[in-house]
């Protein structure tokens, strides 16, 4: 069996094809949306009064995110290792809610490995 990477003592091999990555930073970017505004709408009802907007500049989470393969099935020949930090299409990545900030994707998502700099 692999090294696989072991968190909060727990030692987890996925099945095939699936591989487990951890997040440490988002990458983000600054938009402005438009949201309803609390203060204004206290006590109006959607359905039938106006609702007052305002102009937020939120966070939002890039498409693609750099993060550190955290475990790999046990027949995998794709070449990664754990501790490899890759390019993944994060729109694909599943919430692993067993433990926190983990994510799983299939091996095909991950776009490539990001060189040491």
Same mark, same amino acid.
């Given at each position: ?13 996925? *099945? *095939?094809?699936?591989?487990?990555? +951890?997040?440490?930073?988002? !990458? =983000?970017? +600054?938009? *402005? ?5 609390? !203060? ?12 007052? =907007?305002?102009? /937020? ?16 099935? !046990?027949?995998?020949? *794709? ?5 490899? /930090? ?6 694909? !990545?599943? +919430?692993?809610?067993?433990? /926190? ?17």
């Amino acid at each position: 069996m692999k090294d696989n990477y072991k968190f909060r003592e727990v030692n987890f091999t996925p *099945s *095939s094809n699936r591989v487990i990555l +951890k997040c440490n930073k988002f !990458a =983000t970017y +600054k938009q *402005s949306q438009r949201v309803l505004d609390d !203060a204004k709408n206290e006590g109006k009802d959607p359905m039938n009064d106006q609702m007052e =907007t305002i102009i /937020k500049t939120v966070d939002v989470k890039y498409g693609y995110q750099i993060m550190e393969i955290a475990s790999l099935p !046990a027949d995998d020949k *794709s070449g990664y290792k754990v501790g490899d /930090k890759v390019l993944v299409d994060f729109r694909a !990545a599943k +919430k692993f809610d067993l433990y /926190k900030d983990l994510y799983w994707v299939w091996l095909m998502d991950i776009v490539g490995i990001i060189n040491a700099e």
